[in-house]
């Protein structure tokens, strides 16, 4: 059993009864639908959702035939359930994942990075022609900006002094897989692969380190940015974690637009709406939306570990579906 049937088989056993292969898809890849959304935290996986976001569904489901081959997991009716004699170290390993509040912001980090270490070694170097390590035109044009105003006469050292520290003071367990990413002068960064071949490990683990230790620098950023002003500056804005349909509704909303008028210019169904609006609350837990309930009441509803919403409403009759999501995907990240 790999990394990667950890982090599958871990999944499942949070969720405790059996899931199909279609949520365990949107969990892993971080599809964030609205059911999905909401699922993550009602399961408490949310620090887990979105991985592996270049997932393929195929590819899950041939994993997942040869769990159950093995006896680490049942098929059953209603879907996949883990075994229960078994024991699994993912959330052990990587105590530190924020799946769902760095999702795609963790991605977009680490490329921005790696062009950024090129870029200004190979200009320390006096290198003029290359091949761009990431081809990406919107991180190619957000490395142009960043390097805009940037002491080119210093930030080179500037830079490796930030990198030192990250691994220093991180204390990164397996510094090799993090650095041998990175390219400049006439160095070309290895692949995952490459790197597991090297050092004769399987690739999802050197996968699965690498994000983890993006994912804890960006907790220490957050708490600390004047301590990393070149790496803090690679971060994206936290408004791309969200989708792009609920960012508009989002922008309607912070402009004044109420649920009503929202519903009226985007012309989507008002489920789609309520949907966008726990999709920004799950993101942004500070954010106010429409008819969200009192912090003392999504205090109490989360003090018990739920499994079903019409747990919840029978619990909480006055509260529609819409509120009791909200206050679902309120929860911080349980590990």
Known sequence: MDKLDDYILTVLKKCITPRKLPFLYTILAGRRTGQ??????????QHLFGLMPNLKSRFLEAR?????????????????????DIELFFEQDYPNFQGFAFQRQAFDFFAH?????QVVSNKHHQKSYYLPIIRDKKVQGFIKNWLRNKDQTVLANQLYEELFEWIKKLNVAKPAFLIERFSGGD???????????KYQVEKWEVYFEVLHEIH?????IKKNPQEWVLLESLVPSEITALTSSALQTYTLWQNGADLDTIEQIRNLKISTIQDHFVEIRA?????????????????????????????IKAAFPDL?????????VSKEGDK
């Open 36 to 45: 999905a959304v909401q699922d993550a935290h009602l399961f408490q996986v």
């Open 64 to 84: 997942l035939i040869e769990l159950t081959d093995q006896g680490m997991v049942a098929s059953t009716e209603n879907g996949y359930i883990v075994q229960t």
């Open 113 to 117: 990075l790696r062009l950024a270490v």
């Open 187 to 197: 160095l070309m960064g290895n692949t995952t692969e490459q790197i597991a071949a």
């Open 216 to 220: 804890r620098l960006r907790v220490f």
């Open 283 to 311: 993101t942004y837990k500070e954010a106010r939306v429409p008819y969200l309930p009192d912090e003392e009441l999504i205090k109490t509803i989360n003090q018990s570990n739920w499994r079903l919403l019409r747990e």
């Open 320 to 328: 529609d579906y819409y509120q009791i999501r909200l206050a679902v």
